[in-house]
T-cell receptor, first 113, second 113 residues
Framework: NAGVTQTPKFRVLKTGQSMTLLCAQD?????MYWYRQDPGMGLRLIHY???????AKGEVPDGYNVSRLKKQNFLLGLESAAPSQTSVYFC????????????FGPGTRLTVL | DQQVKQNSPSLSVQEGRISILNCDYT??????FLWYKKYPAEGPTFLIS?????DKNEDGRFTVFLNKSAKHLSLHIVPSQPGDSAVYFC????????????FGTGTRLQVTL
């Protein structure tokens, strides 16, 4: 099993450009999440999904959109990138229910110039 | 408003000694508590967890302690090994909220020879 994979690993954008980050998991998990990690701030939840076709906002959703068309994939979109979105983005997944840990992907390092 | 705090940004411990990492939270609704370990350029990996009905959970060299009245948890690593050098995040969860995690800011542990 590959677990949680993220594409791409690195990306540099100019302000105003758009891009999509892809997350895929092969563990048949119901729940999926997108976080960002900034220096000194830990990981913060951007958006999450509890199943195919459903998404919800997390702690810092502004400037991002998401889609979950297939159970195994969770896409994070930036429509008009800003320097404040320079960060490391992590995708995670977990099984349905309570008292469950999340499994994380390796991250995507995004720089917006 | 930081709901989860790790007040020590870094910790240095000699190999073979005990490492103690601390975490404080503010919301008494949190009922599941996790520790994640993160190496550079990798995603966080789950280490150990504890539910609010317990005050201690042990897994090999790792033990997590929960003091609900003080809203405090700690991770003990005994004995510490050089491979334990990483950033450690505590994370908290409320049952029934799609397993969403709120993370602390992390503590960088360095285990020296």
């Amino acid at each position: 099993n590959a677990g949680v994979t993220q594409t791409p690993k690195f990306r540099v954008l100019k302000t105003g450009q758009s891009m999509t980050l892809l997350c895929a998991q092969d563990m048949n998990h119901e729940y999926m999440y997108w976080y960002r990690q900034d220096p000194g701030m830990g990981l913060r939840l951007i958006h999450y999904s509890v199943g195919e076709g459903t998404t919800a906002k997390g702690e810092v959703p502004d400037g991002y959109n998401v889609s979950r068309l297939k159970k195994q994939n969770f896409l994070l979109g930036l429509e008009s990138a800003a320097p404040s979105q320079t960060s490391v983005y992590f995708c995670a997944s977990s099984i349905r229910g309570s008292y469950n840990e999340q499994f994380f992907g390796p991250g995507t390092r995004l720089t917006v110039l | 408003d930081q709901q989860v705090k790790q007040n020590s940004p870094s910790l240095s411990v000699q190999e073979g000694r005990i490492s103690i990492l601390n975490c404080d939270y503010t919301n008494s609704m949190f009922d599941y508590f996790l520790w994640y370990k993160k190496y550079p350029a990798e995603g966080p990996t789950f280490l150990i967890s504890i539910s609010s009905i317990k005050d201690k959970n042990e897994d090999g060299r790792f033990t997590v302690f929960l003091n609900k009245s003080a809203k405090h948890l700690s991770l003990h690593i005994v004995p510490s090994q050089p491979g334990d050098s990483a950033v450690y995040f505590c994370a908290v969860q409320i049952t029934g909220t799609a397993s969403k995690l709120t993370f602390g800011t992390g503590t960088r542990l360095q285990v020296t020879l």
